[in-house]
């Protein structure tokens, strides 16, 4: 269940800005009902990628500065217990886009080139029929800005899109309204090319006007114009950072990119090791201090208590992220790749300062936000999520009891406390409630629960393979 958040861990953590930011009025206070809305609530949803579990000041990093992510859960509540559904990029976002797991909706692995690994360099003839650039999310899916459109909503998308590069794949062919961005899984920071190849898009184009820009800069400029400009009306606003992502360039050390006046925020490195985490938490400074402008910017128009705040990371952190205390991390079916940073600010629902450590997914999003909306779900379309609004406000338990994971030959799943995973970094039966780390194998101590679990796994992949069928991996 929800709980209140210690006053000597958490605000000490935060000192004394969230408290002055509380009695100023940004944040509602305690016991205070909220003003009736005059509208459905706007969103703003934000997402980083491969940001680690404990790459927050308020998720107890003792190194990285993220004073506006700290005041954002000072204002609402930490989820300390939230999964994604798949441990990388793309799989994942389209999970939380369609409230679906992946093996539902089609999109159940990456949309990626293998060649640039080994320093190959495309010519765009040939990158015009790779993989990479023809694959997309089945058009069959619905998309939630879709769904949103039919209750009034404008959407915008700013930053990553990573479901499909060719025209019909596109974020205005899937409910979006505007979009500026890149379409693939990764770029260079400043040239926006992913290898060599342009990537960077303005609605359903391709565009070089921005080339040169540190990409954080732009996308919080986007959805500012965004904002602003709907400010009279609910929006939907989805900026995707692709900090603090590793930089996808041929030429130069493969790290993390962040402008100087960020990297001199940090000790200078004196290992290549050091070096690589200044630039990461460099990058998450940065993409922190335009969070807080977005923020600002909901003061100035006045909606601040009208807008459901969401932040995320799109699967476990890498390149030097910190998944502390879980294990493992990015592409691996340990906690530390499904696991993530989650932050709700709720005006009115979910009450200051607090932290839930309920099992939660990014799949409940998706229904969540319906609700909230006043948008009805897609008819005929099963969803793998919950509205889990009252569990954000500490009302109710999750209804989640079970998730579970598949990446090709690697598996896992929780059901209730229980974790399984049967992979290519390790396996084991572990027991969350007492064992977040996943250090201690109990498969041998508790043949009949591994077998639960497993049975639990089994029933659910039938499920899975029985549902309707979807492109691009799916034979049919």
Known sequence: MTRRVDRRGFVKEMGAGAATLAMSGLFPALGRPAAAPQRPPSILL??????????????GSPDIQTPNLDRLAGGGVRLTSFYVAWPACTPSRGALLTGRYPQRNGTYD???NDKPDYGY???PEEYAVSAEAILGMDVQEVLLPRVLKQAGYSSGLYGKWDLGMLRRFLPLQRGFDDFYGFVNTGIDYYTHERYGVPSMYRNNGPTTEDKGTY????????????????KDRPFFCDVAFNAPHMASTLDGPKTVQAPDEYL????TPKTAREKTRANYMAAVTCMDDAIGELLKRLDEIGQSDN?????????????GGDNTPLRGGKSQMFEGGLRVP????????????????EFLTAMDIFPTLCRAAGAPPPKGVILDGFDVAAVLAGKERSPRREMFWE?????????GRWKWVESARGRGLFDLSTDIGEQRDLSEEKPDVLQMVRSRFAAWKTQMDEAEPRGPFRNF
Not at 46 to 59: A, E, H, M, P
Not at 215 to 230: D, M, S, V, W
Not at 342 to 357: A, Q, Y
Request: hydrophobic letters at 35%; a positive charge; charged letters at 25%.
């Open 307 to 319: 807008t459901v705040v969401i932040f995320m990371s799109d699967n476990g952190g890498a390149g």
């Open 407 to 415: 990446r090709q030959a690697d598996r896992a799943a929780r059901v």
């Open 110 to 112: 990456m949309y990626r």
């Open 121 to 123: 360099k495309y010519p």
């Open 215 to 230: 990409c954080t800069h732009l996308f919080k400029r986007e959805a500012l114009r965004f904002i602003g400009e709907h």
């Open 342 to 357: 989650c932050i709700v600010r709720w005006p009115g629902v979910v009450r200051p300062g607090t932290v839930c450590d």
């Open 46 to 59: 934000i997402v980083s990628d491969d940001q680690g579990y404990r790459d927050l000041g308020c998720f």
């Open 264 to 267: 001199k925020r940090y000790p």
